[in-house]
Nanobody, 112 residues
Framework: QVQFVESGGGLVQPGGSLRLSCAAS?????MGWYRQAPGKQRELVAS???????DYVDSVKGRFTISRDNAKNTAYLQMNSLKPEDTAVYYC?????????WGQGTQVTVSS
């Protein structure tokens, strides 16, 4: 059993930045950030292994950076140059995800 707690979301203007945090209740080999927009399926945004190997969805490459602090079981997502299409609820989980253990997520809204 594992729990994930996301934080750091908010309302930001296009071109702005946000930094999300994900605290896991135990160590995870590969941690991932996912997002779900209204009417859309949840998609993987980025992932990182305990050794620092990363993957990104094409739409965020060059704008988002995933990192982690293994001592704190915490992953981060630095989001720069935000676009309206980045608006979604952002979740963290393992990759592949453990379906029963999604957290509440954190809302990111890019508008005005």
């Amino acid at each position: 059993q594992v729990q994930f707690v996301e934080s750091g979301g908010g309302l930001v203007q296009p071109g702005g930045s946000l930094r999300l945090s994900c605290a896991a209740s135990r160590s995870i080999f590969r941690m991932g950030w996912y997002r779900q927009a209204p009417g859309k399926q949840r998609e993987l945004v980025a992932s990182i292994t305990s050794g620092g190997s990363t993957d990104y969805v094409d739409s965020v490459k060059g704008r988002f950076t995933i990192s982690r602090d293994n001592a704190k079981n915490t992953a981060y997502l630095q989001m720069n140059s935000l676009k309206p299409e980045d608006t979604a609820v952002y979740y963290c989980n393992s990759r592949p995800p453990i379906p029963p253990y999604w957290g509440q997520g954190t809302q990111v809204t890019v508008s005005s």
